[in-house]
């Protein structure tokens, strides 16, 4: 589930100049609500930073776990950059959580020596610690471990042992079918009135939402806790997990986000939304990481990271400790951002910062690079001249008015602008990544991919702006490709560039015959003449995927390679369902051949113009049947070259149609299926036979 925040320009100029945090105007059907007290205690007065065990190291982490990763943040500096909470999450409790007096006993086998030594030995490194428990009762066979009816109790016992952060989760909560505003509040109390006057973060942590969950009332799910949390609670969850362990992808990342920023009126000094935790290498590509960490700092939000740190790359380090991303994040403002203008692929967020300056956030969620606009005056600056740092390169420009970036597929630009001030700056120029436009005689969608195979011909094009206040010198592009390709620039450049002037420079790329199969990435090196600073160079990359052989023949397609494939959880099964790994079968019949998936999910195949026809029978698998009566409903779509080809319609677990897709002319063919409008939750769904005439 989707929702999308709305800011009205009017209402937009005052959220940003207001001294207080930023406000939005509630979604229509929602209460408008004024933000709720603060908890006495600012325990917290910028967004608090750390790691935790579940994502990495599951239902088991272990002492020796937990002390190796302590050790890591100080050597690898994370812990200085500020990741100071080491936090102990679920299933760290014994099989019998209790012990006769009715104290928490922790799982010899993982603590052989109990929480205190460990504790102990964190707070000897600098560092903080967190445990978790739940706001329900202990449930046999359903939950692991819960404090409902020992709240005073448990939250003595974690200030024994010493821990300055607890996390309350809800899944003993909802299965108890508990009030998540009474329990919660019951058991902040408990903490501010803990036995031993130990200042505790309480991080709330209502995960349930439906439809992902099933069917709640609204009060019980996480996106209320908003209305009642900020008086509670240092942070608070405001949807569902962002993935599962080992696994956070991008698109649950910006679903996380959405979510998140329904409600930035609330957040302030000591009190934060929580969109959950960091996933690098967790599924996202260095590029989709830097997204979510742009993200994520811009909302204000806690920076836990939820991956196993000691086996991060250098990559994911740096951008977990860049200083200046970190200093929006932990900005004393400790304001949220708001997005400027309506939703879609491509957006613009900007929050405002202690000084006045905005970080600006140019965010391309499609798959293709873009180059993304917007001006001064829309995040809430005046004036004529301003300044704009590249908060992840620290390069600085000055601009005229007009804020631009060439962003990459997945991608975010993150800048800091304020007023400029002095003598003129280098001017700001956006050097565009090299975008595939066409490859052959067809254009390539835009948003799209772009696809091309062994002896095509692609055209490239890089487009140069200038947002400055003087005009650059000629701009100039070489665009350099892999080993054996051949590139061919088509017209010439101008000899100057004037302020708010944009050129493109195109160029005629073919692929040798044997082209390698996979990602391939294009570079262009733009250059142009600053007076006074002599010739600037900017490098910009994208990726350009290079297609597997065409089929031949009568061929089955989930035999084929794919292009790329995505699944809603787990990842597409080929001749069987997802997730369990039985036979296809749709109402009591089974099927050799397929495609298992959850929704949403794209799967794509290059067909090179060589295909006429594809047969299938989509539905929903007989394997839902086992898990619960809510959900599974999906709806399917066969779209060649970005043209819709077939449409099922929304289908529950009690449909199924067959498609008879006429494929002539197509080069490009993306199976998708989405969620039929209700959410993802027990969407397995089936693309069975896919018997391809080629």
Not at 251 to 266: G, I, T
Not at 330 to 359: H, N, S, Y
Request: charged share 20%; net charge negative.
């Amino acid at each position: 589930m989707k929702r999308h925040l709305t800011v009205l320009p009017a209402l937009l100029t005052a959220l940003l100049v207001a001294q207080a945090p930023a406000h939005a105007a509630p979604e229509a059907g929602e209460a408008a609500g004024t933000a709720p007290a603060a908890p006495t205690q600012v325990l917290s007065p910028t967004p608090y930073m750390g790691w935790n065990t579940y994502y990495a190291l599951g239902g088991d982490p272990t002492d020796a776990e937990i002390r190796s990763t302590a050790d890591f943040l100080v050597s690898s500096g994370l812990r200085d950059a500020g990741y100071e909470y080491v936090w102990i999450d679920g299933n760290w409790a014994a099989p019998t959580p209790r012990d006769e007096a009715g104290d928490l006993v922790a799982n010899p086998a993982q603590f052989p020596d109990g929480l205190a030594p460990l504790v102990d030995y964190i707070h000897s490194k600098g560092l903080k610690a967190g445990i978790y428990t739940d706001a329900g009762p202990y449930i046999p066979g359903k939950c692991g471990l819960g404090s409902h009816g020992h709240y005073q109790h448990d939250a003595d016992q974690f200030a024994a042992w010493e821990f300055d952060a607890v996390k309350v989760d809800y899944l003993c909560g909802i299965a108890a079918d508990l009030d998540p505003k009474t329990v919660y509040t019951e058991f902040a109390q408990a903490l501010r009135n803990n036995a031993a006057g130990r200042p505790m973060l309480f991080n709330l942590c209502n995960p349930v939402t439906s439809p992902d969950w099933g069917t709640y009332p609204e009060e019980q799910q996480s996106t209320h806790s908003w209305s009642y949390a900020p008086a509670i609670a240092q942070s608070w969850r405001t949807y569902t997990d962002v993935g599962f362990v080992g696994e956070i992808k991008f698109k649950d990342v910006l679903r996380n986000y959405d979510a998140n920023a329904r409600h930035p009126e609330v957040a302030g000094p000591g009190h934060f939304n929580d969109p959950d935790y960091l996933g690098p290498e967790l599924g996202m590509s260095d590029e989709e990481f830097r997204t979510q960490m742009t993200l994520w700092s811009v909302a204000a939000a806690p920076l836990v990271i939820g991956s196993d740190v000691r086996q991060l790359s250098r990559a994911s380090l740096g951008i977990l400790t860049d200083p200046d991303v970190l200093a929006v994040n932990q900005d004393t403002a400790a304001v949220q951002a708001v997005r400027v203008g309506p939703a879609g692929t491509t957006e613009t967020w900007v929050k405002r910062l202690a000084d006045g300056d905005r970080a600006v956030v140019l965010l391309n969620r499609g798959d293709s690079p873009a180059t993304l606009t917007t001006t001064a005056r829309s995040v809430g600056l005046s004036g004529g001249r301003f300044a704009v740092k590249d908060v992840w390169t620290d390069r600085v420009t000055e601009s005229a008015g007009t804020i631009s970036a060439a962003v990459p597929a997945h991608g975010a630009a993150l800048f800091r602008v304020g007023r400029a001030t002095g003598r003129p700056g280098v001017p700001h120029v956006v050097a565009g990544l090299p975008q595939v436009t066409a490859v052959g005689d067809d254009a390539v969608p835009a948003g799209i991919a772009p696809v091309a195979a062994g002896g095509d011909r692609a055209r490239v094009e890089v487009t140069v702006r200038n947002d400055g206040a003087r005009p650059v010198g000629p701009p100039r592009v070489r665009l350099d490709v892999p080993d054996g390709w051949t590139v061919r620039p088509l017209g010439t450049a101008p000899g100057m560039l004037t302020p708010r002037r944009s050129v493109t420079l195109a160029f005629a790329v073919t692929l040798p015959p044997d082209a390698t199969p996979g990602g391939t990435a294009l570079t262009a090196t733009t250059s142009y003449e600053v007076t006074g600073k002599g010739r600037v160079e900017q490098e910009t990359s994208a990726a350009l995927t290079v297609a597997p052989a065409a089929p031949d023949g009568d061929v089955v397609l989930s035999h084929h390679d794919w292009i790329s494939a995505t699944s809603g959880w787990m990842s597409p099964t080929v001749d069987r369902s997802v997730g369990g790994g039985s036979p296809i079968s749709m109402l009591g019949q089974v099927h050799p051949t397929g495609l298992g998936v959850a929704s949403p999910s794209t799967v794509r195949y290059y067909l090179g113009d060589r295909c006429t026809r594809l047969r299938a029978t989509v539905g929903i698998d007989d394997a839902v049947r086992n898990v619960g009566p809510e959900g599974g409903t999906s709806d399917f779509q066969v779209i060649g070259d970005g043209r819709v080809l077939f449409d099922s319609g929304v289908l529950s677990r009690d449909d199924v149609r067959e498609a008879d897709v006429d494929l002539t002319g197509v080069r490009v063919l993306d199976l998708v299926v989405g969620d039929g409008g209700d959410g993802g939750y027990n969407d397995r769904a089936d693309w069975a036979g896919l018997d391809a005439t080629c």
